[in-house]
């Protein structure tokens, strides 16, 4: 079934939500780089484990220690490891709102297209085109590739291949391993750079591409 202009737009407008809350999570990530290049996480940690190291104690300070620890020195949040959370959630984010507009949704008939691939493809190149050339181009592709593969096996399913699983042979009573699970996070593999730089002008020639075609439905802008 064809989409209704009206439909499409519809589905773009999506898209577009998406492609500006991403706009505002590099943001954000670029504030948070400055405040980790500041010191001042690294700074609060090295106090931090120096006081506990102080009053032998075990991975956090509570209650009346914390108190007292912050009442000198500030408060704890965001140390290195908040910072490296953070830093990992809003790239994680980034991912999976970029993937919106690849993913399979529902529309409503006279409103918003279904986004099937039949739909966003067409579109997609359209709008890349526009955007990009050459070598970029490609790139942009790779990166798209990238991401509904971040997002397929670890940011929204969790795929057996993306992690490491060992069933430990601990008995009643004993000590040893009852089970190990580890995973490499692939967000560190994505070149965030490349993604600050073009998805402003992705944005941008999407914008294009939604004026052209509201023209051609005869909505007044």
């Not at 202009?5 to 998406?18: D, F, M, P, V």
């Not at 996480?41 to 075990?58: F, P, S, W």
Request: proline content about 2%; overall charge negative.
């Amino acid at each position: 079934m064809v989409s209704s202009e009206k439909e499409t737009l519809g589905r773009l407008y999506l898209w577009e939500i998406a492609l500006n809350r991403i706009r505002d999570l590099l943001a954000l990530r670029l504030r948070v780089d400055r405040f980790c290049n500041s010191g001042r996480a690294l700074n609060i940690t090295e106090l931090y484990d120096e006081e506990r190291a102080r009053l032998k104690t075990g991975l956090r300070l509570e209650g009346e220690a914390l108190d007292n620890f912050e009442d000198k020195h500030g408060s704890l949040f965001p140390d290195i490891h908040d910072v490296h959370l953070i830093d990992e959630l809003i790239t994680e984010e980034i991912i999976i709102k970029f993937c919106t507009i690849f993913n399979d949704g529902y529309g409503k008939a006279g409103v918003i297209s279904g986004n099937k691939k039949t739909f966003w493809e067409p579109i997609l190149d359209d709008v890349i085109s526009e955007a990009f050339s050459g070598d970029f181009r490609q790139s942009f592709y790779q990166f798209i590739e990238q991401a509904r593969a971040y997002r397929n096996q670890q940011g929204a399913h969790f795929d057996q291949q993306s992690f490491y699983v060992k069933h430990g042979d601990k008995q009643p009573n004993e000590d040893g391993l009852i089970s190990h699970v580890g995973w490499s996070s692939a967000l560190l593999s994505f070149d965030w750079d490349f993604v600050a730089e073009t998805i402003p002008k992705f944005n941008k020639s999407l914008n294009s591409y939604i004026r052209k075609l509201q023209q051609q439905a005869n909505i007044c802008l």
